[in-house]
């Protein structure tokens, strides 16, 4: 079956860095996807990997390994609002998003 | 990138009703996503609607439950028939890009069912 891992629950501090980490194992693969979901509204796009390595977009940063299966989202200099769900996506071989059921990153002051 | 606009965002039904949500977008697409999110979870596809063609469900979905309608290629509806509390979730439609790009969301209808 296809599956996506991701941690339930992230703490951090604000001004801090945290990496929110995804593994995934599915039926092909067209391109991994990190989401920000609020409370209560839609998700909205964050970063897209297709190749291996470091995509850099302001304060967040999304790496790729496709051999090992593996992502992770870096937040730098977390702010308050930064508190969401984070979801991760991969497409697969039928162009189809497989969803990770998403981490709360809950930031304290 | 597409605008979509999901109505109504929220909802409160008594069970046995049925509800129907509305996804208007900005352009033409092929393919229109609906998605139910349960409190806590991820999005899980209920089905891919297809512009004059039926819609494609997923295991655990049927369409007497979920009927779905696609007149053209910039609105469809989901409507959730014969409403139970269990039914009580956010309802997002979708749309995708291209290869490689990335899917855009309506704002959701959370709907509650009493």
């Known amino acids: 079956g296809q599956n996506i891992d991701q941690p339930t629950e992230m703490t951090a501090t604000e001004g801090a860095i945290v990496q929110i980490n995804c593994t995934y194992q599915t039926s092909g693969f067209n391109g991994l996807f990190w989401y920000q979901q609020h409370a209560g509204e839609a998700p909205t796009f964050l970063s897209y990997n297709v190749l291996d390595g470091l995509e850099e977009k302001g304060r967040f940063s999304s790496f790729l390994s496709r051999s090992k299966g593996y992502s992770y989202l870096l937040l730098k200099e977390l702010q308050m609002k930064d508190s969401a769900s984070y979801l991760c996506?991969?497409?697969?071989?039928?162009?189809?998003?497989?969803w990770g059921a998403g981490t709360k990153l809950i930031i304290k002051p | 990138s597409a605008v979509i606009s999901q109505k109504p965002s929220r909802d409160i039904c008594q069970r046995g009703t049925s509800l129907t949500i509305q996804c208007q977008v900005d352009?033409?697409?092929?393919?229109m996503f609906w998605y139910r999110q349960q409190p806590g979870q991820s999005l899980t596809l209920i089905a891919t609607?297809?512009?004059?063609?039926?819609?494609?469900?997923e295991s655990g979905f049927v369409i007497d439950k979920f009927p779905i309608s696609r007149p053209n290629l910039t609105f469809s509806t989901l409507t959730v028939s014969n409403m139970s509390p269990e039914d009580s979730s956010i309802y997002l439609c979708?749309?995708?890009?291209?290869?490689?790009?990335?899917?855009?969301f309506g704002q959701g209808t959370r709907l509650t069912v009493v």
């Open positions: 996506a991969v497409k697969d071989s039928n162009y189809q998003l497989i």
């Open positions: 609607a297809n512009q004059g063609s039926e819609a494609t469900y």
């Open positions: 979708s749309v995708a890009g291209g290869e490689g790009t990335e899917a855009f």
């Open positions: 352009s033409q697409v092929t393919m």
